[in-house]
């Protein structure tokens, strides 16, 4: 209901939302168009081929998309703590970081997210990039995981917002970070790739499901990038508890 | 002149305040410069020269890139649209300046902090990938550079007041500069890669438009890749679109502010 809402308050002005839907259209046209002459002309990219390459580009889209879709709400919450209506949605029989995370999925991403899934499966069939049903699989799997880390990473922007009241620029400085795995990750020289594996996760977020895909991770490392989704989502939310503690209501 | 003066000085005042935001911004700037210098080194590898470009002329493409973004794109008149929408323009007419005058001092003030700080932001990229880059021979392409970076600079300023004030008409003023401000002039400018790598067709339309005179233009004339009589025939373009832009401005600015109820404000 909340989602339905959402929805039906985006798609009140339509001029907005057709501009937006040719702008992430254009985007991700162009893109692919300068990412497939690049990489065709140089042959490969790093030990990559071409359609590899376009795939890691294929899927950081979806997960990119997908998170902008989820967690929307985040981009809004900060002048809902200014404003003190927070407080209103504390009262609402729902978890308290419901409507901070949740709170306006954005349609125009899930409008765009249906021709592009499409796509990308007829990509990876026509390009025979699955290499099994067991690879498919954990490509699902990583891709669960990379939404339960990006809803850590927004539900610790939320928090932050709790505590020191800005966000906005740490919503663009993830955006920004995540960028970086547009490429497979593996492209980056090895201290810059320590830190996208192990300080901000945007290996295990972009990289590692589209390497699931095309059989390159397998077996017992997929539990323990799932383990770590799982222990990243654990932390987000003690912190999370621990800024609403401090959240004083003040603007109310 | 010194009332302009004094509102760069507080504009400066006014970034600055906010050093924690300021930072953050720097190192996202940071980190796309790093993005783009290690894609570009992967795609070429052990490749001296791939899509007519060699090595260190792409890699001054990224640096041009990250310098350009802050001199000739940075700006703050995009705030405009939402003082019109806002009704605080009303507080910014009564005061004693013009209103170009205003919005330009301000915009220099983010150009200026922006490309000190890219300068820093390059030479550390520049140690830290050890990154050779292209330095024009003659001494004739610094100065037309420069005259190119100027016009560039002063049509873009125009191009983002046309976008503001379309704010007097309709209340999708941020749909439009993220459309036109922002997707369109970051893939047809050239600012995140030479629009040259992409089809023919694709750069011929590119070319009607305004966004390719910004940055690709004087980077393709910083690495000596055009010819004097295209350089001739980018530089009439050029001052075409800059006049273009300068009348545009006037006229909607002069119908916008009639039409201003100042709601809100």
Redesign the interface.
Same mark, same amino acid.
């Given at each position: 209901m909340v989602s339905g809402l959402a929805a039906q308050s985006q798609l009140l @002005?339509n !001029?907005?939302g057709i501009?937006?839907i040719?702008?992430k259209v254009? !985007?991700f046209v162009?893109y692919f168009? =300068?990412l497939y002459?690049?990489?065709k002309?140089?042959n490969g990219? @790093?030990g990559f081929s071409l359609d590899q390459a376009v795939l890691f580009f294929l899927i950081f889209s979806l997960v990119d998309t997908l998170a902008q879709f989820l967690f929307r709400g985040v981009y809004r919450f900060r002048s809902s703590v200014v404003s003190g209506s927070f407080d209103l949605d504390l009262l609402k029989p729902l978890p308290a970081l419901f409507y901070p995370v949740f709170g306006w999925m954005d349609i125009l991403d899930a409008i765009t997210l249906v021709p592009f899934i499409g796509y990308m499966a007829y990509f990876i069939i026509s390009h025979g990039l699955a290499v099994s049903l067991i690879s498919l699989a954990g490509f699902i799997l990583m891709i669960i995981n990379s939404l339960l880390i990006a809803f850590a990473f927004h539900l610790f922007i939320c928090s932050v917002c709790i505590i020191t009241l800005?966000i906005? +620029?740490?919503t663009?400085?993830y955006r920004?970070?995540t960028?970086?795995g547009? =490429?497979p990750t593996d492209? +980056?020289?090895n201290k810059?790739r320590f830190i996208l594996t192990f300080i901000v996760p945007v290996t295990v977020l972009m990289t590692i499901p589209a390497k699931a895909l095309l059989g390159m991770v397998t077996g017992w490392s997929l539990f323990v990038y799932f383990a770590f989704g799982i222990v990243t989502v654990y932390l987000s939310l003690r912190f999370w508890q621990f800024a609403l503690k401090k959240y004083s209501s003040a603007s109310s | 002149m010194r009332k302009y003066f004094r509102i760069i000085v507080l504009s400066l005042e006014e970034t600055l305040t906010y050093r924690f935001n300021f930072l953050i911004s720097r190192f996202r700037s940071f980190i796309s410069t790093v993005a783009l210098v290690v894609f570009w080194q992967a795609v070429y590898g052990d490749k001296l020269s791939i899509l007519g470009y060699d090595k260190p002329q792409m890699m001054a493409y990224v640096i041009g890139i990250a310098i350009l973004k802050n001199f000739v794109l940075g700006t703050k008149s995009a705030d405009l649209a939402g003082q019109i929408r806002s009704g605080e323009l009303s507080r910014t007419l009564v005061k004693p300046w013009k209103m170009i005058g205003y919005w330009l001092s301000r915009d220099l003030a983010e150009k200026f902090i922006g490309v000190i700080f890219s300068i820093l932001e390059i030479f550390l990229v520049v140690k830290l990938f050890n990154i050779a880059f292209y330095l024009p021979k003659e001494a004739s392409t610094y100065l037309l550079f420069s005259v190119f970076i100027l016009l560039s600079t002063f049509t873009y300023f125009l191009v983002s007041m046309i976008l503001s004030v379309s704010g007097f008409w309709t209340e999708d003023v941020w749909a439009t500069r993220w459309l036109f401000g922002i997707i369109f002039l970051e893939f047809m400018s050239g600012s995140l890669f030479p629009i040259d790598v992409l089809p023919k067709t694709l750069v011929t339309i590119f070319n009607l438009t305004p966004f390719p005179y910004l940055i690709f233009y004087p980077i393709k004339i910083w690495n000596e890749q055009l010819g004097s009589s295209e350089i001739t025939r980018i530089f009439l373009i050029t001052l075409f679109w800059l006049f273009l832009s300068w009348f545009v401005y006037r006229k909607l600015w002069s119908q916008g502010i009639k039409k201003f109820g100042a709601y809100g404000g």
């Open positions: @002005t !001029r907005s501009l937006f040719t702008g254009v !985007r162009l168009i =300068f002459g690049v990489i002309s140089a990219l @790093t800005s906005d +620029y740490l663009w400085l920004d970070l960028a970086l547009r =490429f492209i +980056y020289p810059i | -």
